[in-house]
C-alpha cells in the first residue's frame, strides 16, 4: 500500500495593508474581518490564526476599537491569534539596516503589549531575502524564517534548510515554493480534488503538492497553507479536513501551526543543507528585480532621504544631547519610524496612483517629523548653550557621526549688515562667501512702494573649515558682527577644470574626464544620460522588440557647461542642457526625436575624495526609461554591492539568464540590482564606486561592463500589463484587469543625487564609513532671533534648557576600521546603545573607542535589547561580520556640564 501523504495545514491570512486599493478600504474590510474572528473564537470554530507576521492591521484596529483590547489580548496571550515580529511586510532590498531593525522592534514591541510576539519571521509576499536578514532575525530572539519568493533549482535546496549570514548566524528557513494559499481557495469551496483545483496562476493544486513533495526534507509531508490574499477567517477547518481525509486515500490533511512544524522540522527532517549568500531566483515565482526599485524613483528618493536623516543626524544628536541634559524623545522616533516602515511594504510605490499618494504623504510625514526634530534641538541647543562672554551670536554645529572629522561645512549665516566674523575659542576662522542675499522684514506689501520699513538683514551662504571635531560633539562657534562692511563672494567662471587634493575633474568636446590623484584611476568621457523604451508597467522594465527599440545617449560636455567655481574648500561645475528623444513608444519605433528633456547637473568637490552628482530632469514623454550612465573603464564580470551590514558579490550576467525560457521560469533573471547604499566596480587599477542618495537600481553594460547605468526614472502608465517580453504571463498585481495608473509616467521634474568614490583596494568597512560620511548634511544653528522664517519653526518662542549647557561636548569616538549602524538611547533602560559592525567576511582590528566624562561600556546586548552581556571596553577585534550592539551607562549624577 503507498504511504500517505502528510498535509501540514497552517489557518492563515496574507494581509495587504494598501495595493491597488487604499489603506483605508483595507482598514474597513480588516475591522469586519477582525469582529468575526473574535466571534468564531468565541464560539470555538476557529481553533487559531496566524497573522502573516506583522501587526499594523491589528495596531489599526484598535485605534478604531480600543474597547476590544483586552479581549485581542487574550487571544494574542494564549497564542491563538499569532502577530509579529514584523510591523509590516517589508522587502528586504528596498530597506536600510536600521528600516529592518526597527520594522522589528516596533513590531515584537507592539506585539507584547498585546501578550506575546511571534518570533518566527514570516515574509509570505516580499521579493527575495537579504544576506543580511539571519544576523538580524538572531538578534531578535528570531531562529526560523518562513518566506516564499526568491528559491531556485539553482541553489539545490529543500523546502527546508539553514539561511546564514556572513557572521555564522542562522535561521532554519521554509520556503513556500508552491506559494503561500496555492490550495486554499479549493480547499475553501470544495473543488480540492477536482479539476478546478488551480492557484492564481492557473497551475493544478495537484502538480503544486507534487513540486513540494519532491523537495521535502521529511519524506512524503509538505505544508498545506489554509489562506490567501485579503482572506478572513475559514469557519468549518475540521469539518473540510476530515472531508478530504474521507474521499480520498493520498493526502492526509493535519492541522498545525509553524512553531509545531518548525519542531516537527528540528526532529525529523534529513538532509538540510545551509545557504550562505543572498536568494534571488524568480524560477518559481516573480521578483521584479528589473524595474520595481526604479518605479515612481521620486518617492524611492524621499524615503532613502527619511532613512538617512533618522539613522545618521536625528538619533545620534538625540542620544548626545539627552547626555547633556535634553531628554531623549523615544515617542518621536517611533513615530517617524512607524510611518516609515509602512511605506516600505511589498515593493513600495508599485501601487495604483491614489496608494502612492498615500506613500508618498506617509513619508513626507515621517520626513517632516524628523526636519521639525532635527530643527528643534539644533536651535534649542544653540538657545541653551552657556553663552557667558561669547563675543557674538553663539553658532553651534553637530558632528553626528562616530569618528573624528575635519568638518569642512557650508553654513548660511544670517546678521543684520553684510559683514561678520566667525570665531572659536578666541581665533577668527576664514570662510569662503558662496553667495549673500539682503532681505526685507518688514511688512509685505502689494505695492513694493509701500515696503519702506528700515528692517533689512543679511543671510550669507558661507564655506568653512572648522577644524577636526570629535566623533558624535557638538561645538559652538560665535558669529560676530562687523557692520556694513560687505564681504568678497566667490566669483564663477567657465574654467573647464575643477580639482581638490584627491580628484581633478576636466571637461572638453568629447565629454567629462575625472581623475582619482591617489589610485591613479582615470574615467574617460565619464558621465552620459541613455534613454530607450520601456514596454513595462510598476512592476517591471520590460525592453521593447529589437525593432522597435532605439536608444538615444546624450553626453555630458564642454558645450553643456554653465559655470564653474574653485576654491580650497569647494569647487563645482555646472552643465544645463537638453536631450532629444521620442515622446512615446511610436515615436521611438519611427527614430523620431520629437521631445526635448532639459536636465542640469552639478559636479560638486569639497575636500573629501567623493564627487558629488547632483542634478534634475524635467520629463515630458511617456514610456521610457532614462539612465544617467558613468564609463568606469574596467572590464569585470563580477561587482560588490552593499547589503545592509556586508558586501554581496553579484554577477554582472547571473547564470540563469541562458536558461529562463527553457525551464520556464516565472520571469527573466535581472541583470539590474537594488541600490541600497553603494555599489563598487573592481579590478587590478583600483575600485570606483557609486554612493546613492538618492536612485535606487543599477546595471552594468557594455564592453567589459564598463559602463554602471544608474535609473533616473521609469515613465511607463500601468501597474500590472500581461505577456511581457521579459515576463510571460498574467498582469502582475490583478491578474483578472488592467489598473491604469498615469502618475507613474513620471511627468515633471525629477532629481538625482549620488557620489563617485575612488580607492586603491576593496574595504568594505571603508565603503560604508564614506557613504555614512556623504549621506549626513550639515546639522547646525545659529542663536538669532533676525530672521524667524530660518527653520519652519523658527517662528515659534523657544525658551532656553535650564541649567546652560556646556558649550562643547564629546559624546564618542571611535578609529576608522569598522562600520557605524547608529546611536541610539536604549528602548528598556536609561543606557545608550553604539550599534557597529564588521562588514568584511574576515576579522578586523576594532580601533579605540574614546567616550565622553561620565560615559563607560558596561555591556553588549542585542538589537531586541533582550540579552546582555557584561563587557567593559570595545575589544580588539571584530569578528568575521559580526553586528556589535555597545552598551553605554552615564554616571547620571556626573551629567555633562
Not at 472531508?243 to 534529513?270: C, P
Not at 521609469?714 to 489598473?739: Q, T
Not at 543625487?753 to 574595504?763: E, P, R, T, V, Y
Request: charge should be negative.
Amino acid at each position: 500500500m503507498t504511504e500517505k501523504l502528510i498535509a501540514h495545514s497552517i489557518h492563515h491570512t496574507h494581509w495587504d495593508p494598501y495595493w491597488w486599493f487604499t489603506s483605508q478600504e483595507s482598514m474597513v474590510v480588516f475591522a469586519y474581518n477582525m469582529r468575526e474572528m473574535m466571534r468564531a473564537f468565541a464560539d470555538g470554530r476557529v481553533e487559531d490564526f496566524f497573522f502573516d507576521g506583522q501587526t499594523v492591521a491589528i495596531d489599526e484596529y484598535l485605534q478604531l476599537h480600543p474597547e476590544d483590547t483586552e479581549e485581542v489580548r487574550g487571544l494574542v496571550s494564549s497564542g491563538k491569534l499569532v502577530i509579529g515580529p514584523f510591523v509590516s511586510q517589508l522587502d528586504t532590498y528596498m530597506s536600510s539596516a536600521e528600516s529592518v531593525v526597527n520594522n522589528l522592534r516596533l513590531g515584537i514591541k507592539n506585539a507584547k503589549k498585546l501578550g506575546k510576539a511571534s518570533r518566527i519571521a514570516y515574509l509570505a509576499d516580499p521579493f527575495g531575502a537579504s544576506s543580511d536578514m539571519p544576523k538580524i532575525y538572531n538578534q531578535f530572539g528570531i531562529k526560523e524564517f518562513v518566506f516564499t519568493r526568491g528559491v531556485g533549482d539553482i541553489y539545490g535546496l529543500g523546502n527546508e534548510f539553514y539561511f546564514e549570514s556572513n557572521d555564522g548566524s542562522q535561521v532554519l528557513s521554509h520556503v513556500l515554493l508552491s506559494g503561500y494559499g496555492y490550495g486554499a481557495h479549493a480547499f475553501r469551496d470544495g473543488k480540492l480534488f477536482t479539476d478546478e483545483a488551480e492557484d492564481y496562476n492557473k497551475i493544478g493544486v495537484a502538480s503544486l503538492i507534487d513540486r513540494l513533495v519532491q523537495r521535502s526534507t521529511i519524506k512524503n509531508e509538505f505544508v498545506f497553507p489554509l489562506g490567501f490574499d485579503q482572506n478572513p477567517v475559514m469557519l468549518d477547518i475540521p469539518e473540510k479536513i476530515a472531508h478530504y481525509n474521507s474521499i480520498q486515500d493520498r493526502i492526509e490533511f493535519r492541522y498545525t501551526t509553524w512553531a509545531e512544524y518548525f519542531e516537527h522540522v528540528r526532529k525529523h527532517g534529513k538532509d538540510l543543507k545551509t545557504f550562505v549568500g543572498e536568494i534571488l531566483s524568480p524560477q518559481y515565482h516573480r521578483l521584479h528585480m528589473n524595474g520595481m526599485h526604479s518605479a515612481r524613483s521620486d518617492i524611492k528618493t524621499l524615503i532613502d532621504r527619511v532613512e538617512r536623516r533618522i539613522i545618521y543626524e536625528v538619533q545620534p544628536m538625540m542620544a548626545m544631547l539627552d547626555a547633556v541634559g535634553i531628554p531623549y524623545d523615544q515617542g518621536i522616533i517611533d513615530e517617524a519610524w512607524y510611518k516609515l516602515v509602512n511605506c516600505q511594504t511589498h515593493g513600495s510605490a508599485t501601487h495604483g496612483d491614489v496608494t502612492n499618494e498615500w506613500i508618498k504623504d506617509n513619508a513626507s510625514i515621517s520626513y517632516n517629523i524628523m526636519r521639525g526634530t532635527r530643527d528643534f534641538l539644533c536651535r534649542l541647543l544653540s538657545f541653551s548653550v552657556d553663552d557667558a562672554g561669547l563675543p557674538g551670536m553663539p553658532l553651534v554645529v553637530v558632528n553626528s557621526l562616530p569618528w573624528k572629522r575635519e568638518m569642512v561645512q557650508r553654513l548660511s549665516i544670517v546678521s543684520r549688515g553684510p559683514g561678520f566674523t566667525l570665531e572659536l575659542e578666541g581665533k577668527t576662522l576664514p570662510y569662503t562667501v558662496l553667495e549673500q542675499v539682503k532681505h526685507y522684514w518688514g511688512v509685505v506689501r502689494r505695492n513694493p512702494a509701500d515696503m519702506n520699513e528700515d528692517v533689512w538683514f543679511y543671510r550669507t551662504e558661507i564655506l568653512c573649515n572648522l577644524g577636526e571635531f570629535d566623533g558624535i560633539s557638538y561645538k559652538t562657534l560665535s558669529v560676530v558682527e562687523q557692520g556694513d562692511t560687505a564681504p568678497e563672494v566667490l566669483s564663477s567662471s567657465r574654467q573647464t577644470t575643477i580639482e581638490n587634493e584627491h580628484l581633478k575633474v576636466s571637461c572638453g568636446p568629447e565629454g567629462i574626464t575625472i581623475t582619482d590623484k591617489q589610485s591613479g584611476q582615470v574615467l574617460q568621457n565619464a558621465l552620459f544620460f541613455q534613454d530607450g523604451g520601456d514596454e513595462g508597467d510598476s512592476y517591471d522594465y520590460d525592453y521593447p522588440a529589437p525593432e522597435d527599440e532605439w536608444l538615444v545617449t546624450r553626453e555630458i560636455t564642454q558645450g553643456d557647461l554653465k559655470s564653474s567655481i574653485q576654491s580650497d574648500l569647494h569647487a563645482e561645475m555646472l552643465f544645463e542642457g537638453e536631450m532629444e528623444i521620442p515622446s512615446t513608444l511610436e515615436k521611438r519605433k519611427q527614430k523620431t526625436a520629437d521631445h526635448k528633456l532639459p536636465f542640469w547637473v552639478k559636479l560638486s568637490l569639497d575636500t573629501s575624495g567623493i564627487l558629488r552628482v547632483s542634478g534634475e530632469v524635467v520629463n515630458g514623454s511617456q514610456d521610457h526609461r532614462l539612465r544617467i550612465g558613468l564609463r568606469t573603464g574596467k572590464r569585470i564580470k563580477t561587482f560588490q554591492a552593499g547589503a545592509q551590514y556586508s558586501l554581496i558579490e553579484r554577477p554582472c550576467v547571473r547564470e540563469e539568464m541562458a536558461i529562463w525560457k527553457e525551464k520556464n521560469y516565472f520571469e527573466e533573471p535581472s541583470a539590474t540590482g537594488p541600490l541600497l547604499n553603494h555599489v563598487s566596480s573592481v579590478d587590478e587599477q583600483g575600485v570606483v564606486t557609486v554612493f546613492t542618495r538618492s536612485l535606487k537600481e543599477y546595471e552594468f553594460v557594455g564592453e567589459g561592463f564598463g559602463d554602471l547605468m544608474l535609473t533616473v526614472l521609469r515613465a511607463m502608465g500601468y501597474v500590472g500589463l500581461p505577456d511581457r517580453n521579459r515576463r510571460p504571463g498574467r498582469p502582475s498585481g490583478m491578474p483578472e484587469r488592467l489598473l491604469p495608473a498615469p502618475t507613474h509616467q513620471m511627468q515633471g521634474t525629477v532629481e538625482f543625487d549620488f557620489g563617485i568614490g575612488f580607492s586603491a583596494q576593496l574595504d568594505g568597512n571603508k565603503l560604508f564609513r564614506e557613504y555614512a560620511i556623504f549621506a549626513v548634511d550639515p546639522i547646525y544653528s545659529q542663536k538669532q532671533k533676525i530672521d524667524p522664517t530660518f527653520f519652519l519653526i523658527s517662528y515659534f518662542p523657544i525658551n532656553p534648557w535650564s541649567p546652560p549647557l556646556p558649550r562643547h561636548y564629546k559624546f564618542a569616538s571611535i578609529e576608522p576600521g569598522v562600520g557605524f549602524g547608529t546611536l541610539i538611547k536604549s528602548d528598556v533602560s536609561a543606557d545608550y546603545v553604539l550599534r557597529l559592525f564588521n562588514a568584511e567576511a574576515t576579522p578586523v582590528k576594532a580601533g579605540a573607542l574614546t567616550l565622553g566624562d561620565g560615559l563607560r561600556v558596561t555591556a553588549r546586548t542585542d538589537l531586541a535589547e533582550e540579552t546582555h552581556t557584561a563587557q567593559d571596553k570595545l575589544t580588539g577585534e571584530f569578528k568575521a561580520g559580526e553586528l556589535l550592539n555597545l552598551v553605554i551607562k552615564q554616571n547620571r549624577k556626573g551629567r555633562a556640564k
